[in-house]
């Protein structure tokens, strides 16, 4: 708990009204903050001598769609010298965008680019904001929890038209009932081996 405390009291005195909660999860100190001053404390954390977390090693987003602002931007760092990590968490919504960290740790640059591919989050300042893992021409963000599984789109190649095709989803009717059950269960004829598994 010591810890915790020497933590929250060199972020309240160096960053003034940035940081809203400081808490320990699973051996790691974990620090809530204003989105508008994420880069800020990114900096602050990484050159204070008193903490020097300089190693970049994570950016991810999370979605929580019952909440106003439904997205957190997770970053962990690892600080070698004080042989510590932290996690840094802020929140926002789909509109408010999050400044970019990539001035102060450039390796953000690709997870900040797969956090907008995935899930819509916003980056102010950043180099290339573009779609990083999904198609060109991709409509929606596949880890918002209200993407459909199936997607919208499904994609084949036509050996008549010799070219890759789009077209919306149709779904059979096995997979629209389907009944959980193993195909090795509720079958009327035996299978083989089956027949040891009873003796």
Known sequence: ?????NLSDILSAGLAGAVLAVDAHVDMDCVVVKADRLV????FLSTDPRLIFVNFTDLCGADYPAREQRFEVVIHLLSPKHNARIRVKTMVDERTPVPSIVSVFPSADWFEREAYDMYGILFTGHPDLRRLLTDYGFEGYPLRKDFPLTGYVEVRYDDEAKRVVYEPVKLTQ???AFDFLSPWE???????GDEKAKS
Not at 40 to 43: E, G, I, K, S, T
């Open 40 to 43: 800020d404390v990114m900096r």
């Open 174 to 176: 096995e997979f629209r």
């Open 1 to 5: 708990m010591n810890r915790i405390e």
């Open 186 to 192: 509720g079958t009327d004829y035996v299978l083989p």
